[in-house]
């Protein structure tokens, strides 16, 4: 475990050591901010606190997209980098199974989109706090907390699928163009039986509030299982594909 750690720690230092890495959670608070101000500008009353404003700002139909393209940009390169640069073969070479290495990235890419999220939870309540003030509303942390778990879930999925493009393309460029066109379209709602099974209509959690659903026959306990069995997809495609590859 000790020396897990030491790899997941490493791979974390690989990120933080870019000039560009806090980019990103910049990017989050001037955008909190913005959003904010245009929407007291246009409509003050449409939020009557900074939890209210908090709660509705971070679901997936809120920044969770923003997030989601922030997440994709910051981790897309953390395996095709390796082949691009040519350092594979020296992480591979070391005393470490290829499974524990490439697990180590796959837990940084994680603890990077927990880190931009509560970035975005912190700064989005102090936008609101700005503009809304802090009392009154009726969201409460329960509320908020239940925002940031609906997006954390949207935001991990697109992290794992740009995880998996990155081992099978080893492009970067590649990875993040094509996870990027996803969230465009993942919007989308074709009105056939078999779309119920696709991914894109799962995602979006916060659609089952007060009795909704983003399909007709569609259940949370039906797209929370989907969705587990696409992350263990596209984890196992990755991993699979990562330790038979021939980097000679």
Not at 57 to 73: D, E, K, N, S
Not at 164 to 189: C, E, N, Q, R, V
Request: glycine share 8%; aromatic share 12%.
């Amino acid at each position: 475990m000790r020396n897990f750690n030491r790899l997941v720690l490493n791979e974390w230092l690989k990120i933080t050591k870019k000039r560009s890495y806090i980019v990103p959670y910049l990017m989050v608070l001037v955008f909190a901010l913005a959003v904010g101000y245009i929407t007291h500008t246009f409509t003050t009353d449409m939020f009557a606190s900074a939890a209210d404003f908090t709660a509705e700002m971070l679901l997936p139909t809120g920044v969770g997209q923003i997030m989601a393209i922030l997440v994709i940009t910051g981790t897309a390169g953390i395996v095709s980098r390796e082949y691009s640069q040519g350092t594979i073969k020296f992480l591979l070479i070391r005393a470490r199974s290829r499974t524990a290495i490439l697990a180590s990235k796959y837990v940084t890419v994680l603890l990077y989109t927990l880190s931009l999220l509560l970035a975005a939870g912190a700064a989005v309540f102090i936008s609101g706090g700005i503009f809304f003030g802090l009392s009154g509303g009726k969201a409460g942390i329960a509320g908020i907390l239940t925002s940031l778990l609906y997006c954390t879930i949207y935001c991990t999925v697109y992290a794992t699928i740009g995880f998996m493009l990155g081992i099978l393309t080893k492009s970067t460029g590649i990875t993040i163009g094509a996870t990027i066109f996803a969230t465009t379209i993942d919007k989308m709602i074709i009105s056939r039986e078999f779309y119920k099974y696709v991914l894109f209509p799962n995602l979006n959690l916060a659609a089952y509030r007060d009795g909704g659903a983003p399909m007709q026959g569609m259940t949370l306990s039906f797209s929370v299982t989907l969705l587990c069995v696409y992350m263990a997809v596209f984890l196992f495609a990755g991993f699979a594909v990562f330790r038979r590859r021939d980097v000679a």
